[in-house]
T-cell receptor, first 113, second 111 residues
Framework: DARVTQTPRHKVTEMGQEVTMRCQPI?????VFWYRQTMMQGLELLAY????????DSGMPKDRFSAEMPDATLATLKIQPSEPRDSAVYFCASGLWGADTQYFGPGTRLTVL | GQQLNQSPQSMFIQEGEDVSMNCTSS?????WLWYKQDPGEGPVLLIALYKAGELTSNGRLTAQFGITRKDSFLNISASIPSDVGIYFC???????????FGQGTRLTINP
């Protein structure tokens, strides 16, 4: 049963600390998306990749957020320095380029104190 | 930018009742998708719609792609406790890879 995995599932940190969230897309998928979910804003697209290349990161605060795909089996989202307003659930999703279905991971719940 | 208005924001119903929710867009979409999110999990795709007027079912769920291509509807018949969760609509315009998501409809069912 192929699934998107995300680690950690929960993260509590203090303001100013670096946070790294990891995602393993489904094997064979060539498109990876990072979303942020909050009560106020709902699901927001932060960035997405095709064949490991970033295509669009316009949804991401550039000064503190960075997203990379070191290889086809790993996507990372880093926040440095973290702020309380970054508290949210961060989802990774993967799919095939041109297909509609995006498969979501279980999310990382981030709390910044 | 593109916006999706999803309504209602929340619903409180009795088990066995039918449920209806909808999404409207400020622009035309070529694809409409409906997702469900269970507590503590990521959204899971329920139904995908590709043609204006299309009506598609998945068990007790039925979704429709509006004729104007600016709206979509999801109906759940004879609700059961496991239907509880947040339902999201999402749309994709022609040539776009990104999905635009609605704000979600939170469904609560009283047994």
């Amino acid at each position: 049963d192929a699934r998107v995995t995300q680690t950690p599932r929960h993260k509590v940190t203090e303001m100013g600390q670096e946070v790294t969230m990891r995602c393993q897309p489904i094997l064979g998928h060539n498109t990876v998306f990072w979303y942020r979910q909050t009560m106020m804003q709902g699901l927001e697209l932060l960035a997405y990749f095709r064949n490991r290349a970033p295509l669009d990161d316009s949804g991401m605060p550039k000064d503190r957020f960075s997203a990379e795909m070191p290889d086809a089996t790993l996507a990372t989202l880093k926040i440095q320095p973290s702020e309380p307003r970054d508290s949210a659930v961060y989802f990774c999703a993967s799919g095939l380029w041109g297909a509609d279905t995006q498969y979501f991971g279980p999310g990382t719940r981030l709390t910044v104190l | 930018g593109q916006q999706l208005n999803q309504s209602p924001q929340s619903m409180f119903i009795q088990e066995g009742e039918d449920v209806s929710m909808n999404c409207t867009s400020s622009s035309i979409f070529n694809t409409w998708l409906w997702y469900k999110q269970d507590p503590g999990e990521g959204p899971v795709l329920l139904i995908a719609l590709y043609k204006a007027g299309e009506l598609t079912s998945n068990g007790r769920l039925t979704a429709q792609f509006g004729i104007t291509r600016k709206d979509s509807f999801l109906n759940i018949s004879a609700s059961i406790p496991s239907d509880v969760g947040i339902y999201f609509c999402a749309g994709r315009s022609q040539g776009a890879q990104k999905l635009v998501f609605g704000q979600g409809t939170r469904l609560t069912i009283n047994p």
